[in-house]
């Protein structure tokens, strides 16, 4: 879409919020769209907003509990916030998947 090529551009400019803002647009016109979502997470974590890398990260598993990469990164967010609590929420719903087990402390 035109706001994710935008947002893109922006990216490569290294101008980080307005990427954010592109992406977050394009994220909106296109709710199933998981790529955006997953940019989106991506620098979220960078910029240090570990709570909409956390929200955005719950939107993608919503879709599909099976990808690896956003747990990878809700982890991260979650680790960097110390919600360990949530940690151990989330471990006792994930599915069975041995990488993504492998994630979590034991």
Same mark, same amino acid.
């Given at each position: 879409?035109?706001?994710?090529?935008?947002?893109?551009?922006?990216?490569?400019?290294?101008?980080?919020?307005?990427?954010?803002?592109?992406? *977050?647009?394009?994220?909106?016109l296109?709710k199933?769209?998981?790529?955006?979502?997953?940019?989106?997470?991506?620098?979220?974590?960078? *910029?240090?907003?570990?709570?909409?890398?956390?929200?955005?990260?719950?939107?993608?598993?919503?879709?599909?509990?099976? *990808?690896?990469?956003?747990y990878?990164?809700?982890?991260?967010?979650?680790?960097?916030?110390?919600?360990?609590?949530?940690?151990?929420?989330?471990?006792?719903?994930?599915?069975?998947?041995?990488?993504?087990?492998?994630?979590?402390?034991?």
């Open positions: 879409t035109y706001q994710f090529e935008q947002g893109k551009i922006a990216e490569k400019q290294n101008d980080i919020p307005k990427a954010i803002g592109f992406y *977050e647009n394009a994220a909106a296109d199933d769209d998981m790529i955006v979502r997953y940019v989106l997470a991506g620098l979220y974590l960078k *910029e240090k907003d570990y709570n909409k890398a956390i929200v955005t990260c719950s939107e993608i598993l919503a879709k599909d509990n099976t *990808e690896f990469q956003a990878e990164m809700l982890l991260q967010a979650l680790e960097a916030n110390k919600d360990f609590d949530a940690i151990k929420e989330l471990s006792a719903k994930i599915p069975d998947d041995d990488n993504i087990h492998n994630l979590f402390p034991p």
